[in-house]
Nanobody, 125 residues
Framework: QVQLVESGGGLVQAGGSLRLSCGAS????????MGWFRQAPGKEREFVAG????????SYADSVKGRFTISRDNAKNMVYLQMNSLKAEDTAVYYC??????????????????WGQGTQVTVSS
């Protein structure tokens, strides 16, 4: 089993930055593809960013491309999401997810079998 815990969310003004962290326990994430998803009130959970097991391949939703950066440190069993130039529409609960059956990132939430509890990001305009 893998337990994922997100941190780093909070309240920030539009144009500001936040860095989300996702720590894992129970098993090494070294061979797993990882992803960040978000869910705003009244909306479905959506893909934000994904990263391959080695960190060499990344994928982003069009809405965050050029503003967000996903990275990982396999030695520390950590995954990060650097969010810059935040907009009000980025407000959501952000979830970290691990895909035990994948080496490459997937944009489908169904591909991920471990999820964190989520961290709230609120961007004020």
């Amino acid at each position: 089993q893998v337990q994922l815990v997100e941190s780093g969310g909070g309240l920030v003004q539009a144009g500001g930055s936040l860095r989300l962290s996702c720590g894992a326990s129970g098993r090494s994430l070294r061979s797993y593809a990882m992803g960040w998803f978000r869910q705003a009130p009244g909306k479905e959970r959506e893909f934000v960013a994904g990263i391959s097991w080695s960190g060499g391949i990344t994928s982003y939703a069009d809405s965050v491309k050029g503003r967000f950066t996903i990275s990982r440190d396999n030695a520390k069993n950590m995954v990060y999401l650097q969010m810059n130039s935040l907009k009000a529409e980025d407000t959501a609960v952000y979830y970290c997810a691990a895909a035990s059956g994948l080496r490459m990132p997937s944009k489908s939430a169904y591909s991920y079998d471990y999820w964190g509890q989520g961290t709230q990001v609120t961007v004020s305009s």
